[in-house]
């Protein structure tokens, strides 16, 4: 999205099935990239890639690969760089979820870098005391309230401690340097400042550093972050201690618990009650992936408390069982549409924080479950939306049981769309498909005072009151829960072998945005590239959402004819993914225009240039 003052190289990682006769030729030999800097969306070669939203941290990231470094050592590298470049998504006061494909195991490992709740959260954690009723998320996000404890920071300490051969403190030069020495403001970072402004500017730290002057930066001046820097050097030198049991700790504590707001606020700002002990207990776990059998391959996800991976695995599995016919385009975005809407319903009443509540994951993500889901498929009719959540007891014998549970409506799905995704390879044939974020644009939009970063508002992810009815809702907040999570980095393989690895942004869109490409690429038969650029449509068990030129294309017109009623919306995810072909080679592909576009980069292009 931008160029760094400071260059600094990084690489896109983005796996084929089927990389064309140039990739699939043996590697270039003695070739030396040119240092110029260019931004594409496409890039393919051998060696491993990198591929994110962002120029600088894609170079970041492809540096770390051409220094001897692995996947692992990229993303986290990467990752740090975005912490810089794309602070309104992620960075050090939030969260996420990696996925890792170890080569030499075969094995796929997932981190839980979600954020928790405090341990004095209780379900009345965003009920207003004085009226009973749920504050207006606006209240709830700008507040102490919402802010849950970073998960960021563990999760890039377990990944290099698990499987990198980079210590901390090299990881994050890369990042340190583009935060010291800065890098030229372009549209979209000035326009999240000023989305954001009126929130910035009630708080003394937000207001100094992205409003001086009073006013966001202009584009194409030096944007510096000494504070930021100053921080990432800490935690090189000293590891995640000061974060977790030490004074950076001490700082995010009463900055949640005494937020930094001016004198001339013009809002209520609530303090919340996150404390050191809360910072001292948090854990990045390891958890098992999510696993579904999909056309003969392996699509691999991120358990509870995110819902990706059981809800595009549910989905895949209806798909599958509905089994449309591939040469009709239509009728295979249909079964899309009504997949989804059918899995969704299932997330949003049995998915939580598996480790508060009962997930019944198997069943959710068995085949016979799916093939009852799938009865309820028409091809000639649009089911009423919202459609009622299945039964998944293991009982699937009987068809007759589609559609005889009443339909609960669906809870807002307030998830911000801000969120970032980074995928990245290297020559061993590891993989990473990493999704982070710090919730809404800006997040809380409160920056620690003095540490050169935004804290989270990922709380607010949670049901601010029970949504499902008579049963019980496994997302309402308690004392260190995890809120449920749309973000969903998948990775996909055949006969043990990573193929694609992708993910993106855009709150509860993310699963569909993942599911849609995925379908777009196995299904339709597109090419990664093509896949991830296609025109996309969101289906929820909620109205509809489109992109125009979803509507406007001779399938959207015929959809709607069907029955399906969409929303116009101006865009739909952010995505990167990685796509692996035969003898090491790899197609790194970022969104070609959503977000600005992306950044795709390659070891060593087959192009003879640097991509």
Not at 38 to 45: D, F, L, N, Y
Not at 271 to 277: H, I, N, R, Y
Request: hydrophobic share 40%; proline share 8%; with cysteine.
């Amino acid at each position: 999205m931008r160029r760094s003052v400071v260059v600094t190289a990084v690489g896109a990682l983005v796996a084929a099935t089927a990389l064309g006769p140039a990739a699939a030729a043996d590697p270039p030999r003695g070739h030396q990239p040119s240092n110029e800097p260019v931004k594409t969306p496409v890039a393919r070669g051998y060696g491993g890639g990198v591929a994110t939203v962002d120029l600088d941290a894609t170079r970041a990231g492809i540096d770390v690969l051409r220094r001897g470094g692995n996947a692992v050592d990229a993303a986290v590298a990467a990752a740090a760089t975005l912490g810089v470049t794309e602070p309104f998504s992620a960075g050090l006061g939030g969260g996420g979820f990696f996925v890792y494909y170890d080569a030499k195991s075969g094995k796929v490992h997932t981190i839980d870098g979600r954020e928790t709740a405090p341990a004095s959260a209780t379900d009345k954690l965003f009920v207003d005391p004085k009226t009973g009723k749920p504050l207006s998320f606006q209240d709830a996000r700008v507040s102490g309230l919402s802010v849950g404890v970073p998960g960021t920071p563990a999760t890039w300490d377990r990944a290099l401690d698990k499987w990198g051969t980079w210590s901390l403190r090299r990881a994050l030069a890369p990042a340190t340097n583009v935060a010291s020495q800065g890098f030229v403001v372009d549209d979209t970072f000035r326009s999240q400042i000023q989305e954001n402004a009126d929130v910035f500017d009630d708080f003394t730290s937000s207001r100094k550093l992205y409003l001086p002057d009073g006013a966001p930066p202009a584009v194409g001046s030096v944007f510096r972050n000494p504070d930021l820097a100053h921080t990432y050097r800490m935690l090189a030198g000293e590891g995640m201690k000061p974060l977790y049991d030490g004074e950076l700790g001490a700082e995010i504590a009463r900055t949640v618990q005494h937020p930094p707001v001016t004198s001339d606020a013009d809002r209520v700002v609530r303090p919340g009650a996150m404390t050191t002990d809360d910072l001292a207990a948090y854990d990045a776990p390891l958890r098992a992936p999510t696993k579904v059998d999909y056309r003969g391959m392996d699509v691999f996800g991120m358990g509870p408390p995110s819902s990706g991976g059981s809800t595009v695995g549910e989905a895949l599995n209806i798909i599958e069982a509905a089994n449309p016919d591939h040469q009709d385009k239509v009728g295979v975005l249909h079964t899309y549409l009504e997949a989804a809407a059918l899995a969704f319903a299932d997330r949003n009443r049995y998915v939580g924080d598996s480790d508060r509540v009962d997930v019944p994951l198997p069943q959710l993500l068995s085949q016979g479950f799916a093939g009852e889901r799938a009865c309820e498929i028409r091809p000639d009719a649009v089911l009423k939306k919202p459609v009622a959540p299945g039964v998944p007891d293991g009982d699937y014998g009987d068809s007759a049981a589609c559609g005889t549970k009443a339909a609960v409506a669906p809870a807002d799905q307030r998830e911000g769309v801000s969120t970032t995704h980074l995928t990245a390879s290297d020559k061993w044939g590891n993989v990473v498909s990493y999704t982070l974020t710090i919730e809404q644009t800006g997040g809380s939009g409160m920056v620690v005072p003095g540490r050169g970063f935004l804290l989270n508002n990922e709380l607010t992810d949670f049901n601010f009151e029970p949504t499902q009815g008579d049963a019980p809702d496994p997302n309402l907040p308690g004392p260190g829960k995890r809120p449920r999570s749309s973000m969903s980095p998948t990775i996909v393989a055949k006969d043990g072998q990573p193929v694609l690895a992708l993910g993106s942004p855009g709150g509860a869109t993310i699963i569909t945005t993942v599911l849609q490409t995925l379908v777009n690429r196995y299904e339709l038969g597109m090419s990664l590239p093509d896949a991830v650029a296609a025109p996309r449509a969101s289906s929820r068990n909620t109205a509809l959402e489109a992109e125009p030129a979803f509507l406007a294309s001779p399938e959207g017109k015929a959809l709607v004819a069907k029955g399906h009623a969409f929303k116009s919306v101006p865009e739909i995810g952010a995505e990167t993914a990685l796509q692996f072909g035969e003898r090491g080679a790899v197609e790194a592909v970022a969104e070609p225009t959503r977000r600005g576009g992306g950044s795709a980069m390659v070891v060593l292009p087959t192009d003879g240039r640097h991509r």
